[in-house]
Each structure stands twice: as C-alpha cells, then as structure tokens.
C-alpha cells in the first residue's frame, strides 16, 4: 500500500505539472483485511513494528483524504492479472473484468 501510495502521489504531482488538478482522494483497493486494519489502527503491536514507517506514510494520507481505502474480495482483485500466474478460468474471468475481448474469437 506504501508504494502504490507513493506513485498516487507522484501521478498527482504529474498531472498538477500539467495544470490538472484533482482534488477528489484517490481510491486505493485492497483485497488484504488485516493491511487496512493496521493502515487505519493508531495502536502498534509487537509484530508490525517492521512496517511502522509505512503505516504512518499511509496514515498521513488517509487522514489527509489524499487516499481513500477499500476492501475488494480477493476473487475481484483486478491487479492479479499483472501480478499473478492464474488458471484459465480466472484469467479470462479478469480480462472479461478489464474489458478486454479476443478479437480473433469466432462470433
């Protein structure tokens, strides 16, 4: 979430470069739980103190509206396709998602 964040912000620096503003917070998707519950809980426990400096990266902006996080399932991840080597069904389920089409497929 930390690096995603990061190139949130970059791209919104990009985009004000080139005189387009976007003041609406960016909604970032997690299909991890346990990552939003840490992102948005103030309190440290022993076994996230590793991952403390993106948390409060990550708090900053949740707290600044420059992000807005969310839960989506693990089965309705779009991000799989480009980070995951998934079963046929699964990949032509997430392309269909995507809106992409074989355009050589018999009609």
């Not at 970059?10 to 004000?16: E, H, I, N, R, T």
Request: overall charge neutral.
């Amino acid at each position: 979430m930390a690096s995603v964040t990061s190139e949130i912000l970059w791209l919104k620096s990009l985009l004000w470069s080139f005189k387009i503003e976007h003041s609406e917070p960016v909604q970032l998707f997690c299909d991890s739980q346990a990552a939003l519950h840490i992102a948005a809980n103030p309190v440290f426990y022993e076994r996230t103190k590793h991952i403390e400096i993106d948390c409060h990266f990550i708090r900053e902006h949740l707290r600044s509206k420059t992000i807005l996080a969310s839960h989506v399932s693990t089965r309705l991840q779009l991000a799989d396709i480009f980070t995951k080597a998934l079963g046929k069904e699964r990949f032509w389920f997430l392309l269909g998602k995507l809106g992409i089409h074989d355009i050589h497929a018999p009609t």
